[in-house]
Antibody, heavy 121, light 107 residues
Framework: QVQLVESGGGVVQPGRSLRLSCAASGFIFRSSGLHWVRQAPGKGLQWVSVISHDGSNKYADSVKGRFIISRDNFKNTLYLQMNSLRAEDTAVYYC???????????????WGRGTMVTVSS | EIVLTQSPAILSLSPGERATLSCRASQSVNVYLAWYQQKPGQAPRLLIYDASNRATGIPARFSGSGSGTDFTLTISSLEPEDLAVYYCQQRSAWPLTFGPGTKVGIK
C-alpha cells in the first residue's frame, strides 16, 4: 500500500545538525512532489519545504539557509538535512506527498506518521 | 505570506448536529484551499481540495464551499468519530500556509 515512513528524529543540542529520512513505497516516487510539514507540541501545522519531481525546491522563511531538502529516486527516499537547530525547531516532522509532481497540486494526500525532533541542551 | 484565520476555535456539538467551520484568507486564494482532519494522536488527513472537492474515501457528510477569501467546511450530521482538529490550508501562493485549526468536540 501507499506508505511514507519517517526516521531520524531524536534529541539534539541547539546549534547541532540532524538528518531526517522518509522511505516511500506503493507509488511512483520519482514522479511525486514531496513536502515536509512540522507540528510543534500542542500547536498547529507548519509547512517547511517542498521538492518537486525534478528536484526544484522551496523553503519556509523560518528554515531557509539552515535546512536542505533532497531526494534519492533510486532509494525512494526523501531527506531533510537540518543544520543550526534551534529550540523553536522542536516538532513532529511529517513527510507528505503532494497530488502533483511539482509540489503545487490540490493537496497533501499521503502523510507519514511523523518523527519527533527535540532541540534542547 | 497569506494568513488564514479559522473560527470558531472550539466547537462542541451533539451527534447528529450540523457543524459549520469557517476559514478566512488575508487575500484571495481563488479556490485553492484544502481542508484536513487531524484526530488525536494521528497524522492529518486530506478531506477537501480546491475548496469543494471531497478527497478519495471521504464520507459525503463532509462538504466544502467558498472562493476568494471566505470558505466553509460543513459536517452535515456529526458522528462521534469526527472528534478532531480541522485545518484549512491555502495553496495559492508560496509559502503554503495553514490556519490555526478548529477543535471539534462531541457532547
Amino acid at each position: 500500500q501507499v506508505q511514507l515512513v519517517e526516521s531520524g528524529g531524536g534529541v539534539v543540542q541547539p546549534g547541532r545538525s540532524l538528518r531526517l529520512s522518509c522511505a516511500a513505497s506503493g507509488f511512483i516516487f520519482r514522479s511525486s512532489g514531496l513536502h515536509w510539514v512540522r507540528q510543534a507540541p500542542g500547536k498547529g501545522l507548519q509547512w517547511v519545504s517542498v521538492i518537486s519531481h525534478d528536484g526544484s525546491n522551496k523553503y519556509a522563511d523560518s528554515v531557509k539557509g539552515r535546512f536542505i531538502i533532497s531526494r534519492d529516486n533510486f532509494k525512494n527516499t526523501l531527506y531533510l538535512q537540518m543544520n543550526s537547530l534551534r529550540a523553536e525547531d522542536t516538532a513532529v516532522y511529517y513527510c507528505v506527498r503532494d497530488t502533483a509532481s511539482d509540489g503545487g497540486g490540490h493537496g497533501f494526500d499521503v502523510w507519514g506518521r511523523g518523527t519527533m525532533v527535540t532541540v534542547s541542551s | 505570506e497569506i494568513v488564514l484565520t479559522q473560527s470558531p476555535a472550539i466547537l462542541s456539538l451533539s451527534p447528529g448536529e450540523r457543524a459549520t467551520l469557517s476559514c478566512r484568507a488575508s487575500q484571495s486564494v481563488n479556490v485553492y484551499l484544502a481542508w484536513y482532519q487531524q484526530k488525536p494522536g494521528q497524522a492529518p488527513r486530506l478531506l477537501i481540495y480546491d475548496a469543494s472537492n471531497r478527497a478519495t474515501g471521504i464520507p459525503a457528510r463532509f462538504s466544502g464551499s467558498g472562493s476568494g477569501t471566505d470558505f466553509t467546511l460543513t459536517i452535515s450530521s456529526l458522528e462521534p468519530e469526527d472528534l478532531a482538529v480541522y485545518y484549512c490550508q491555502q495553496r495559492s501562493a508560496w509559502p503554503l500556509t495553514f490556519g490555526p485549526g478548529t477543535k471539534v468536540g462531541i457532547k
